[in-house]
């Protein structure tokens, strides 16, 4: 499966992005991740292809959407309200198996090429 991750960008304070993941093959979990300088891979959110479930991490609940669409077999992450804080390599991963609530980076077996989201103050 592959991965092709795309729409980050500058953005100020407050405003709104939208990343978008498009997989070469269908699989049970798509996630999204990020990474700061010096920092270690965090999770952002999860969603479940087949029952449209999903997990956010508490850092972004209320202000990120996760969403699928299945004919393009395409997943979005809608970002409003964005933060400083929210500055990072942003990573589209799946996996075949497993739970939604499983954050760790080394459960997910396919990723794509990050994009960079920088919000300035």
């Known amino acids: 499966v592959q991965l092709q991750a795309s729409g980050g960008g500058l953005v100020q304070a407050g405003g709104s992005l939208r990343l978008s993941c498009a997989a070469s093959g269908r699989t049970y979990i798509m996630g999204w991740f990020r990474q700061a300088p010096e920092k270690e891979r965090e999770f952002v959110a999860a969603?479940?292809?087949?029952?449209?479930?999903?997990y956010y991490a508490d850092s972004v609940k209320g202000r990120f959407t996760i969403s699928t669409d299945n004919d393009k077999n395409t997943v979005y992450l809608q970002m409003n309200s964005l933060k400083p804080e929210d500055t990072a390599v942003y990573y589209c991963?799946?996996?075949?198996?497993?739970?939604?609530?499983?954050?760790?980076?080394?459960?997910?077996?396919?990723w794509g090429r990050g994009t960079q989201v920088t919000v300035s103050s």
């Open positions: 991963a799946a996996k075949l198996f497993g739970s939604l609530l499983a954050r760790s980076y080394d459960e997910y077996d396919y």
């Open positions: 969603v479940n292809w087949s029952a449209a479930t999903t």
